[in-house]
Every structure is written in structure tokens, then in C-alpha cells.
């Protein structure tokens, strides 16, 4: 089968056109994409500000994806067959101890990711190995379901952080993975879950995906050393440092953002204050599994954040809009 794409052949050149013919190996599974999602990492594939070794181009980006199963290999249960789906993004070798360890995303086999070394969903279809499905429920919202790859990545920085019920909770950023880890950790029952954002505009949306108040970062620092755990998903410089701030002596801090290579953290502060610190690059099959079910159950609406759509033949405006700063953007879909 056959249909569009759209590829990024080298840093700065986008085209959409017609994809090769694709079909399913024995173990893989072949999904009509319904909608794809759009994030910086994604931004950066169309700069060329991606680090080394993390992408192979020329490209089909898209590793925030939703469809349905179109056919199956010849060793996939047939009966993922018409059914709505997800699918993870790291490409495991499954045998190696990172991935026997539950690690996945650290595959000692090097890094291999769809969307950046294999094809991804900003497509009309996608082959992927069935093993990397996670099953939707009939009547699943696809377009909300596109955006459950960076609710998982959400959701092992929520599973590291631990939050308990009553515990004092900020979340750094209130971007697109700060939202929904905000609609995660409320469900842990905080006491208090505070946004750290400076665009006032997010604040309606933030209390929407359950924070109790939304402050700028100049008001953050009157709450240094005030809450148990801190998320951090702001990835700007400086973000790290003021989530380690916010933590008291003995809290615990998850990291997502990847910032600039001089931005730094205080290890002073770090070993005196007694704080744990939790990094997170990407999803494992853990975190996945969770963000499924939380959206399955109705508990997790990442749909909420969706705030832009475009054909799949405006990839280009898309991304446009994505890189304004001072744009109301917060997710933008692509729709094949």
C-alpha cells in the first residue's frame, strides 16, 4: 500500500510526497495514521538542531502518532486488525540489560527511535513492529490519543517522582509535557500542585488539567524549599536549576528538559539539601502502559492540550507556527 509523506530531507528542506509502497513484515503491523503530533524535537529535525547520532536523515518525522491497524504480519495475532492504536517510539533490541532492566529507551544497541531514524507518522500510513502496539478501547478518541506518546513521557517522570497523596507538588513549565503531567499528578491527590509558567495565557489550561494556582517563575522564587516534588518540563535555561530550588531538604526532583549544554545545576545545593533527582529521556514500555490506562479509563485527557490542526500537506505552516514564541500554540496536530 501507498499513499503521502512528508520528509525532511537535510536540515531546512521539508517536501510532501508519495511514499514508497509499504507492507508489514511477519512480526510488524501496518496502521493507517489518523493524527500525528508535532513537539520541538520534531522542530529540531527541520533545523538541523538535533544532536548527533539521534537522527538519520532524510526522514519521515512523527513520533506522536495515532491509527488504526490496516493488516498484520503473519506472526501478529489477527486480531489487531481494525483495531485503534498506539505505538511506542524506541526500537528496543529486547535482549540487551538496559532493555531486560525495563529500560528500552536506554537500549544498549544504540539509539533507534521512530520518527528520527525510522519512519515515522507524518504519513498516510506506518509500519511498526506489533510488539510496540499498545491497544486502544473501541471507541477511543484518536485525536486525543496522538498525544499519548509525550503523555507517556509524562508519566515515567510522574512514576519516578512518586508524588503521595497530600504531598506540596510544582510543576516547571507549562508546556505540552507539563500540562499533562499536571493532569497526572493530580491524579495523586496533592495537597497543593502549583504551575511554574510565565505565559498567563496557559493559566485557564493549567487549572483545567487540575493545578490549584499557576505563578511566573519571579513569583516561584518567593516558594523556594516549599514542596515535597518538583517537575521539571520546561527545558529553558535555568528551569533545572529553579525546580532544585523550589524542592525543600530532602524532596525530590524529576528532570525532562534538555537544555543548552552551559546551563547548570547548583551540586552544592543538591548534596546539602539532601535532594533526589530524577532524569527522564523519553518513555519506557512502563510508562507507556501507564498513560494508556489513565487515558483509557478516562482519567488522563490529552486531548485538553490540543490547541492547533493542519492537513498533512501543511507540515511546513505547521512547524511555523510552532516556532512563534509569543504564538497561543500549545499542540499542534497533523491530520493525514
Known amino acids: ?29 501496518l496502521i493507517q495514521v489518523a493524527y500525528s ?8 529535525l527541520f533545523t538541523g538542531g538535533r544532536p548527533d547520532g539521534l537522527v538519520r536523515y532524510p526522514v519521515i518525522p512523527g ?9 498484520a504480519g503473519s506472526e501478529v495475532d489477527p ?25 528500552n529507551n536506554l537500549c ?49 517522570a510522574c512514576l519516578r517522582l512518586g508524588a503521595a497523596t497530600g504531598e506540596r507538588v510544582a510543576v516547571v513549565g507549562g508546556g ?24 498567563s495565557s496557559r493559566a485557564e489550561l493549567a487549572v483545567e488539567c487540575g493545578a490549584t494556582s499557576v505563578i511566573t517563575p519571579r513569583d516561584a522564587l518567593q516558594r523556594v524549599g516549599r514542596f515535597d516534588a518538583v ?10 536549576d529553579l525546580a532544585t530550588r523550589l524542592a525543600r531538604r530532602g524532596g525530590r526532583v524529576a528532570l525532562t528538559g534538555v537544555p543548552s549544554a552551559d546551563d547548570s545545576v547548583s551540586s552544592a545545593h543538591l548534596v546539602t539539601s539532601q535532594i533526589t533527582v530524577h532524569t527522564v529521556f523519553g ?20 486531548g485538553l492540550i490540543v490547541s492547533h490542526e493542519f492537513p498533512l500537506n501543511e507540515a511546513a505552516t505547521a512547524l511555523s507556527a510552532l516556532r512563534n514564541p509569543h504564538s497561543d500554540v500549545v499542540k499542534v496536530l497533523l491530520k493525514p
Not at 499533562?180 to 499528578?185: C, R, S
Open 231 to 240: 517537575l521539571e518540563a520546561a527545558d529553558g535555561a535555568g528551569a533545572a
Open 108 to 156: 544498549g544497541d544504540g539509539y533507534d527511535e521512530t520518527g528520527f531514524t525510522r519512519p515515522g507518522g507524518w504519513a498516510d500510513q506506518l509500519v511498526l513492529p506489533a510488539r510496540l502496539l499498545h491497544l486502544l478501547p473501541a471507541d477511543a478518541d484518536l485525536r486525543a490519543a496522538a498525544v499519548l506518546e509525550p503523555s507517556a513521557c509524562a508519566a515515567e
Open 1 to 29: 500500500m501507498s499513499g503521502r509523506a512528508v520528509v525532511i530531507d537535510r536540515p531546512g528542506a521539508l517536501r510532501v510526497g508519495r511514499a514508497e509502497r509499504v507492507e508489514p513484515g511477519p512480526a510488524e503491523a
Open 283 to 302: 518513555a519506557p514500555s512502563r510508562a507507556w502502559t501507564h498513560a494508556v490506562r489513565m487515558f483509557s479509563c478516562g482519567r488522563l485527557d490529552p
Open 176 to 199: 505540552s509535557l507539563g500540562l499533562l503531567a499536571t493532569q497526572l499528578l493530580s491524579c495523586s491527590g496533592p495537597a497543593e500542585l502549583v504551575v511554574v509558567e510565565p505565559k
Open 63 to 71: 513520533h506522536e502518532w495515532s491509527g488504526t491497524v490496516l493488516a
Open 79 to 103: 486480531s489487531y486488525v481494525d483495531r485503534r492504536v498506539v505505538g511506542e517510539g524506541f526500537r528496543g533490541c529486547g535482549v540487551c540489560d538496559a532493555c531486560r532492566r525495563g529500560e
Open 37 to 44: 503530533g508535532i513537539c520541538g524535537s520534531d522542530r529540531e
